[in-house]
């Protein structure tokens, strides 16, 4: 006979309490109550759940550290928060930490039940948690947290810069999940992916016969965003011929299907738009246009490239070992101190993805032990040299002429990056170099 799903829920308001243990009684599943974080996380590491339902409202932002305590059980244990209508940096900062889902009290009987059935399917539980990627306490992440705090319940566009890497994803699905359209869809569009031709039906979609390969009407990801957040990655790639009809969309809140004959449906959508290429010197070359520019670009938000927060570093490498232990079932321990310094001065030219590749990769293989400084690939596998202090004196003992070589190219590409927001033209520029020679010595550190 099979045991019941167990539910954990922590939650210190009785009323509130009996009725989530009701619920869960209904689905069939067994509950499992806390008043405390303390005495949740306590549970969450003697015994294994299905599910636990957190209420943020708990005092001193304890619910955080519940989630945070699921997130890495062994296998992870899927969460659900509770918030305040309208609780936009509680909802994002649980969002970070592991949070599978945003619900607002008070809660909606039916719909939390079949919240809760969908979240306990397999397919769900094998999904990753989008929020790694703004793990850390640099300055300027807490500042790009504050930004999505102050909007995340707003209708307001926004378009977020950042290089290949850097989580801009990952950003605009804390923004929806915060927001007051977290029931609805969130549709992301990757333009750089879509063949021009297709472009418009994929957007707009089109009518039964619009081609001759295509016979049903199909609906495009415009319709198919209504009432949630429409994420157009890449802006940058989109065909200057569907711009004008995209903001006239916008503009008059509906689409017409191509092909002709369509009828125009009422759209509610947010648009957060992505890019890491130069939107300005693509306006000034008229490959962009500037009135769709204006429009999607309410609210800017810039993510730093990995190279400018590197004290997060060791933060997200840990983050992402715990969590490929409970995935892969591993039992890694943690990096050597030499394999965390090589890290740190590494200049990630593949920013957080790659940081996150590596990682996986490293706790795989290693199985049970600490990861040491032979598991690197060769491009990491080597002594530290610190350039902004070092002596450029040849040492008593000689050294790696090729690995110091290698460490001078990766500071100066990171810069030039940095110095051209991520723009690998005028980066090659700074450097001397073409831009296909840049952009091969990238591809060979396994960066898009």
Known sequence: ???????????????????????????????????????????????????????????????????????????????????THGAGAGAVEALRVGAAEIVAKPICPGGFADLLRRLMTPAWARRPVSGAAVIGDHPKMQDLLDRVDQIADTDAAVL????????????????????????????????????????????????????????????????????????????????????????RVLQERTVTP?????????????????????????IADGRFRADLYYHLDVVPIEIPPLRARREDVPALAEHFRAEVNAREGRSVPGFAL????????????????????????LVVLAGTRMVVMDDLPPHLRTQVIDLQRAALDLPVGGFDLRVFLTELEERFIAEALERTGGNRYRAAELLGINRSTLVEKLRRRNVA
């Open 1 to 83: 006979m099979q045991m019941p799903k167990q539910i954990l829920i922590v939650d210190e308001e009785p009323a509130r309490r009996g009725e989530l243990i009701r619920l869960v009684q209904g689905l069939g599943c067994e509950p499992v109550a806390s008043v405390s974080a303390a005495d949740a996380i306590a549970r969450l590491g003697e015994a294994r759940f299905d599910l636990c339902i957190v209420d943020l409202g708990l005092p001193a932002e304890e619910g955080t550290a519940v989630i945070m305590k699921a997130h890495t059980c062994r296998p992870p244990v899927v969460a659900v928060a509770l918030t």
């Open 160 to 247: 977020i810069r950042g290089e290949t890497g850097t989580g801009k994803e990952v950003i605009a699905r804390l923004i929806h999940g915060a927001s007051a359209r977290r029931a609805g869809p969130f549709v992301a569009v990757n333009l750089a992916a879509i063949p021009e031709a297709m472009a418009e039906a994929e957007l707009f979609g089109q009518v039964g016969g619009a081609f001759t390969d295509v016979d049903r009407p199909r609906a495009g990801r415009l319709v198919a965003a209504h009432r949630g957040t429409l994420f157009l990655d890449e802006i940058g790639e989109m065909p200057r011929s569907v711009q004008a009809k995209l903001l």
């Open 258 to 282: 191509i092909g002709g004959g369509g009828e125009a449906v009422p759209i509610d959508v947010r648009v957060i738009a992505a890019t890491h290429r130069d939107l300005d010197g693509l």
């Open 338 to 361: 030499d394999v965390m310094r090589r890290f740190t001065h590494y200049a990630w030219p593949g920013n957080v993805r790659e940081l996150e590749n590596l990682v996986e990769r």
